[in-house]
């Protein structure tokens, strides 16, 4: 911190807010300045943290149905799947080998853990029966 503060006193390190707030400091100034930054606790920098398997699935569950059993014929039944397809079908949509917008938003920022979680968690749901009528158009 010490070397960064002499930079910016020196205008060697640029920057349009420290640069005028250190030009005044003395070099005793700016060692206190910087033996009181080094001595703070640093803060937490707000990373939340992992979604549990059963948290992701409230996400999943949102589109897919409850536990996984889709009632939209657009929309996949998740539930009693096996596991190894669940986990290459979600890595598929994560690298884009598989598309869909919605899939790929939601895909990209799961690591292989939590697909790996997502998997057993929805092969692991009762799969419901579900039949499609379709409506003939008048």
């Keep these: ?63 897919h149905g409850v536990n996984g059993n889709s009632v939209r014929p657009e929309v996949p039944a998740l539930a009693a799947q096996r596991v190894d397809y669940l986990d290459e079908a979600i890595k598929a949509y994560r690298s884009g080998v598989r598309t869909s917008p919605e899939m790929a938003a939601m895909s990209s920022i799961l690591t292989d853990d939590d697909i790996a979680g997502l998997a057993a968690h929805y092969a692991r749901q009762k799969g419901r029966p579900v039949v499609f009528i379709p409506v003939p158009e008048k």
């Design 1 to 63: 911190m010490l070397r960064a503060l002499r930079a910016y006193k020196a205008a060697t390190r640029d920057d349009e807010t420290m640069t005028p707030k250190v030009k005044n400091f003395s070099d005793d100034g700016l060692k206190a300045f910087a033996v009181y930054y080094a001595g703070l606790d640093p803060k937490p920098l707000g990373i939340l943290k992992p979604l549990s398997p059963d948290e992701w699935a409230e996400k999943c569950d949102r589109c």
